[in-house]
């Protein structure tokens, strides 16, 4: 039986995520403390791996419940720990700082900061997935790969690219539940230029993307919705929770179960 064996959150949006056992789904759709903060510049663009790589070079670790985060540039430095409420211009100048311009963490916890606003539920990726496009890639372990990717949910006994029967063609949803909490499967996600760069030096892996789009079409399973990729540098599943989930408990050990489409 498919079951959800990783599960990851990454409480401030493009830095490091952090392993749980378990999250509870907001009222959004969005798992609790996943993105809750992102920071942006002056112009009130986000500062992130998509256009800043210095993002890469920078460690963190979470104390979700001390609400305390723990900042190293990787790999020299001594971290320095902010509580994230309590301690916030401390941490905003710490981060100006290193960053050479004027930043601004802002929270949003009411769904935090997805990339896809519309699928704003948990990313969906299968374990044998991130190992086959790992060995795509010389050099690559599936445990960089995962950090390439940075999926939230994570699929264990089942073939590589099970995730695709997440989604169909665009006037349909694919219901699928884990555990007792119901989502529904939008569309694969495509990817940035994040997932080209080594996670913890931001250097660039040489035709990263044209290896992976062309590894993706030789691999896509037969009956995946073609239609849904107009190109295929996607990979893992956008989500959506209705709101009638709010409150339940997602945990690493759930049992997944792939309803019809409606």
Not at 40 to 64: A, C, M, Y
Not at 232 to 240: G, P, Q
Request: hydrophobic share 40%; glycine share 6%; proline share 6%.
């Amino acid at each position: 039986m498919p079951h959800l064996d990783k599960l990851l959150i990454y409480p401030i949006k493009s830095l490091d995520g952090i392993a749980v056992n378990k999250a509870k789904v907001l009222a959004s759709g969005a798992l609790e403390h996943d993105r809750q903060f992102a920071i942006f510049d002056e112009q009130g663009k986000f500062v992130n791996g998509k256009r800043n790589p210095k993002i890469h070079l920078l460690r963190t670790s979470f104390n979700l419940e001390a609400q305390t985060v723990s900042l190293q540039v990787h790999p020299t430095e001594e971290p320095a720990v902010f509580h994230l409420q309590q301690e916030r211009g401390e941490l905003e100048a710490w981060l100006s700082d290193y960053f050479g311009k004027k930043v601004q963490l802002q929270e949003n916890f009411v769904q935090g900061f997805p990339d896809d606003t519309n699928a704003n539920g948990p990313t969906v990726i299968s374990t044998a997935t991130i190992a086959t496009a790992a060995d795509w890639f010389t050099g690559i372990s599936s445990e960089q790969m995962r950090q390439r990717l940075r999926a939230n949910v994570e699929i264990t006994d089942v073939p590589p690219f099970w995730e695709d029967r997440l989604f169909g063609d665009t006037d349909h949803i694919v219901e699928f539940q884990i555990g007792s909490i119901r989502f529904e499967g939008s569309n694969p996600c495509a990817r940035c230029i994040v997932p080209t760069r080594d996670p913890l030096t931001g250097q660039a892996y040489p035709d990263f993307q044209k290896i992976f789009v062309a590894h993706r079409q030789a691999c896509l399973p037969s009956w995946v919705s073609s239609s849904r990729f107009n190109h295929f540098y996607r990979l893992s599943v956008n989500t959506r929770i209705p709101d009638s989930e709010a409150g339940k408990i997602l945990q690493v050990g759930d049992e997944v179960v792939v309803g019809g489409r409606f």
